[in-house]
């Protein structure tokens, strides 16, 4: 049970360093609610003792994709924020001044 109040108490932190450092204000209380209603939910599986280490092991794991998130710009995990541009080709070519429609209904 100290493993998942620690995890709980590192996501509050990880939620609100989040929330301070991009909008410069404190973290919405949906945001700290809907947190702390999903870590009640791991304690209330980890009552079970069989379930305890998986239920502590899950929360950690959901802090540590937490954190990993934080920083999507950074080149440590290849800048997988960054968009590349699309480009589709059809295979044909069009004469320029001409439309697909020609020599049709007339």
């Known amino acids: 049970m100290r493993g998942l ?10 939620i609100t360093w989040r ?3 991009r909008q410069h204000q404190p973290p919405v ?7 702390s ?3 009640a939910l791991l304690a209330l599986v980890s009552e079970y003792q069989a379930a305890a280490p998986a239920a502590a092991a899950i ?3 959901v ?3 937490a954190l990993l998130n934080l920083f999507p710009d950074s080149p440590l995990f290849g800048n997988p924020g960054a968009k590349q541009p ?21």
């Open 37 to 39: 209603g999903f870590f």
């Open 86 to 106: 699309v480009t589709v080709s059809t295979g044909t070519t069009q004469a320029p001044g001409t439309t697909t429609a020609a020599g049709r209904g007339a």
């Open 63 to 65: 802090d540590l994709a």
């Open 5 to 14: 109040t620690a995890a709980w108490l590192f996501g509050m932190g990880i």
């Open 19 to 21: 929330a301070i450092a």
């Open 29 to 35: 209380p949906g945001t700290m609610l809907a947190a």
């Open 59 to 61: 929360g950690w794991g």
